[in-house]
């Protein structure tokens, strides 16, 4: 099964993932052994205080991708952005056509968006919804790492009702944030509310670009298909600007007028 990482920054120079061209290359090599064919290059991008252009980042996901053809490491890189989700990123919603830049690969109809992690800005649904309302899919990477939504995990499931993506990170999975998120991801992918993981890669270790590990847990879990679901085919549906495909059937409150009160605690 070959990986597609959505997520990740191991593009060097921008945020605080790869610090050098050695680093960025180690991290290629390390996605590529555990299974990973293709991955977006997504910096932290914050338009009220952002300190690099899309024109920058784009230009130095073509040279990093010249690199790796040059040294032979069979990874495909992709441009994206990870955007803040605040008044700025609003307010450039507003505008027709302007969010068309910020999206996920050359389809450009999805959009990766984050949150702070320790609450969400009181518009966090005006601004998701004006995203939608330019023609993009918003994707909310790692909800399960914000703690007021750890703390109101209903929220999530009605964001998703309401057509917003939820990216879960491998790490989360596997517990390297703690055993609140780690709860709260498996909840998340168990419950169909979330149809994508990846890696939000940061460095070689730690918060690596391997995704094999988060694999054989969503196997051991929900089965095969529903990790070459979540690791393949929907993020080459992102890619390619289609419709996601459910993981792993509909939830029970898409399938009842309300959720199970034995459930209600869960999402």
Known sequence: MPFVDLH???LPGFDDGASSEAEFLEMAQIAVRGGTSVMAATPHYDLESRSAEVE?????VEEHARLLRE????LTLVRGVE???NAGLFNLAKE???LDELGLGSSGKFMLVDLPLF???????????????SGLTPILAHPERNR???KHPTMVGEMADRGIEMQVNAGSLEGIYGKTAQRFAHALLKEGV????????????????DLSAASAIIQSKLGAEAARIMLELNPNHVLAGEHLKETVGFRLRRRKAAPSPTRRGSL
Do not use: C, M
Request: proline letters at 8%.
């Open 96 to 98: 027709n056509g302007a």
């Open 71 to 74: 040294r032979g490491i069979p």
């Open 194 to 209: 979330a149809k994508l993981v990846a890696s939000d890669a940061h460095k070689p270790w730690g918060r690596s670009p």
């Open 8 to 10: 990740s920054h191991i």
């Open 56 to 60: 920058e980042i784009a230009s130095a």
């Open 148 to 150: 007021y939504l750890a």
């Open 119 to 133: 609450d969400i800005p009181v518009a966090t649904n005006d601004i998701l919804f004006q995203i939608q309302l």
């Open 83 to 85: 955007v803040r989700l």
